[in-house]
Protein backbone atom coordinates (compact mmCIF):
# COMPACT_ATOMS: atom_id res chain seq x y z
CA UNK A 1 0.00 0.00 0.00
CA UNK A 2 1.42 3.24 -1.27
CA UNK A 3 -1.45 5.78 -0.59
CA UNK A 4 -1.00 7.92 2.90
CA UNK A 5 -3.45 6.36 5.32
CA UNK A 6 -5.83 8.60 7.89
CA UNK A 7 -4.93 8.12 11.83
CA UNK A 8 -6.44 10.39 14.52
CA UNK A 9 -3.91 11.69 17.30
CA UNK A 10 -4.39 10.10 20.72
CA UNK A 11 -3.08 13.21 22.34
CA UNK A 12 -4.74 16.33 20.23
CA UNK A 13 -7.28 14.41 18.32
CA UNK A 14 -5.70 15.94 14.63
CA UNK A 15 -6.23 13.96 11.99
CA UNK A 16 -3.19 13.03 10.04
CA UNK A 17 -1.67 11.65 6.62
CA UNK A 18 0.58 9.47 6.85
CA UNK A 19 2.72 7.73 3.81
CA UNK A 20 2.07 3.76 4.72
CA UNK A 21 5.59 3.01 4.19
CA UNK A 22 6.46 5.48 7.20
CA UNK A 23 4.14 3.84 9.73
CA UNK A 24 7.39 1.82 11.17
CA UNK A 25 9.29 5.52 11.49
CA UNK A 26 7.64 6.35 14.51
CA UNK A 27 5.47 9.20 12.91
CA UNK A 28 4.57 12.31 15.16
CA UNK A 29 1.32 14.56 14.77
CA UNK A 30 1.51 17.39 12.48
CA UNK A 31 -0.50 19.52 15.14
CA UNK A 32 1.04 18.68 18.80
CA UNK A 33 4.34 16.37 17.97
CA UNK A 34 2.57 13.61 19.90
CA UNK A 35 3.72 9.82 18.94
CA UNK A 36 1.24 8.45 16.52
CA UNK A 37 1.11 5.01 17.72
CA UNK A 38 2.61 5.63 21.91
CA UNK A 39 4.56 3.24 23.80
CA UNK A 40 1.55 2.37 25.47
CA UNK A 41 -2.44 2.01 24.66
CA UNK A 42 -4.19 5.43 25.32
CA UNK A 43 -7.03 6.50 26.99
CA UNK A 44 -10.67 7.15 24.96
CA UNK A 45 -13.87 8.82 26.25
CA UNK A 46 -16.78 8.02 23.96
CA UNK A 47 -16.02 11.32 21.95
CA UNK A 48 -12.89 10.39 21.15
CA UNK A 49 -13.61 6.84 20.40
CA UNK A 50 -16.23 8.11 17.87
CA UNK A 51 -13.13 10.58 16.17
CA UNK A 52 -10.98 7.30 15.81
CA UNK A 53 -13.69 5.11 14.66
CA UNK A 54 -15.11 7.69 11.79
CA UNK A 55 -11.12 8.60 10.75
CA UNK A 56 -8.47 6.05 11.28
CA UNK A 57 -7.00 3.63 8.21
CA UNK A 58 -4.72 1.53 11.08
CA UNK A 59 -7.25 -1.21 13.39
CA UNK A 60 -8.08 -0.45 16.77
CA UNK A 61 -8.48 -2.34 19.71
CA UNK A 62 -10.10 -0.85 22.79
CA UNK A 63 -10.19 -2.44 25.87
CA UNK A 64 -13.55 -1.79 27.60
CA UNK A 65 -12.53 -2.01 31.31
CA UNK A 66 -13.48 -0.03 34.95
CA UNK A 67 -11.48 0.81 37.54
CA UNK A 68 -13.34 -1.31 40.17
CA UNK A 69 -12.61 -4.74 38.04
CA UNK A 70 -10.03 -7.05 39.08
CA UNK A 71 -9.53 -8.74 36.28
CA UNK A 72 -9.50 -5.54 34.11
CA UNK A 73 -6.26 -4.66 36.35
CA UNK A 74 -4.91 -7.84 35.96
CA UNK A 75 -4.92 -7.89 32.35
CA UNK A 76 -3.85 -4.15 32.04
CA UNK A 77 -0.32 -5.23 31.74
CA UNK A 78 -0.78 -8.27 28.79
CA UNK A 79 -2.79 -5.77 27.21
CA UNK A 80 0.24 -2.86 27.25
CA UNK A 81 2.71 -6.08 26.57
CA UNK A 82 0.87 -6.72 23.43
CA UNK A 83 0.24 -3.38 22.15
CA UNK A 84 4.14 -3.03 22.31
CA UNK A 85 4.07 -6.54 20.18
CA UNK A 86 1.50 -5.31 17.48
CA UNK A 87 2.74 -1.78 16.92
CA UNK A 88 2.31 0.34 14.51
CA UNK A 89 0.02 -2.59 12.88
CA UNK A 90 -2.24 -2.10 14.95
CA UNK A 91 -3.31 0.87 17.49
CA UNK A 92 -4.40 -0.06 21.01
CA UNK A 93 -6.40 2.31 24.03
CA UNK A 94 -8.22 1.78 26.58
CA UNK A 95 -11.71 3.07 27.23
CA UNK A 96 -13.11 3.78 31.55
CA UNK A 97 -17.07 2.52 31.04
CA UNK A 98 -17.60 3.97 34.41
CA UNK A 99 -16.49 7.23 33.26
CA UNK A 100 -18.18 6.73 29.61
CA UNK A 101 -21.05 4.66 30.64
CA UNK A 102 -23.31 5.43 27.77
CA UNK A 103 -20.92 3.12 25.74
CA UNK A 104 -21.94 -0.02 27.62
CA UNK A 105 -25.21 0.11 25.99
CA UNK A 106 -24.28 1.11 22.14
CA UNK A 107 -21.90 -1.13 22.18
CA UNK A 108 -23.97 -3.85 24.08
CA UNK A 109 -21.52 -4.45 26.68
CA UNK A 110 -22.25 -7.33 29.47
CA UNK A 111 -19.30 -7.19 31.04
CA UNK A 112 -15.60 -6.26 31.44
CA UNK A 113 -13.11 -6.58 30.72
CA UNK A 114 -14.13 -6.75 26.67
CA UNK A 115 -11.93 -5.76 24.33
CA UNK A 116 -13.03 -4.91 20.67
CA UNK A 117 -11.19 -5.05 17.44
CA UNK A 118 -12.11 -2.16 15.20
CA UNK A 119 -11.01 -1.74 11.30
CA UNK A 120 -11.86 1.19 9.54
CA UNK A 121 -14.56 2.43 12.25
CA UNK A 122 -16.36 -1.28 12.50
CA UNK A 123 -16.47 -3.72 14.95
CA UNK A 124 -15.05 -7.06 13.30
CA UNK A 125 -14.43 -8.78 16.67
CA UNK A 126 -14.82 -9.40 20.55
CA UNK A 127 -13.55 -11.05 23.44
CA UNK A 128 -14.87 -11.33 26.59
CA UNK A 129 -12.62 -11.79 29.67
CA UNK A 130 -9.19 -11.46 30.83
CA UNK A 131 -6.25 -12.06 28.48
CA UNK A 132 -2.55 -12.52 28.56
CA UNK A 133 -0.38 -11.11 25.61
CA UNK A 134 0.06 -13.92 23.90
CA UNK A 135 -3.43 -15.00 23.48
CA UNK A 136 -4.48 -10.88 23.02
CA UNK A 137 -1.46 -11.16 19.85
CA UNK A 138 -3.03 -14.30 18.38
CA UNK A 139 -6.90 -13.12 18.75
CA UNK A 140 -6.33 -10.01 16.97
CA UNK A 141 -4.09 -11.82 14.09
CA UNK A 142 -6.68 -14.10 13.51
CA UNK A 143 -8.80 -11.59 12.85
CA UNK A 144 -7.17 -9.56 10.81
CA UNK A 145 -6.64 -12.01 8.20
CA UNK A 146 -7.14 -11.61 4.77
Request: positive net charge; hydrophobic residues 40%.
Amino acid sequence: MTDPIHITCPVCQAKNRIPAARLAANPTCGACKAPLFPDTPFELTEAKLNKHLKNDEVPLLVDFWAPWCGPCRMMAPAFAEASKQMSPNVRFAKLDTEQNQAVGSRFQIRGIPLIILFDKGREIARQPGAMDARSIVGWVGQHLKG
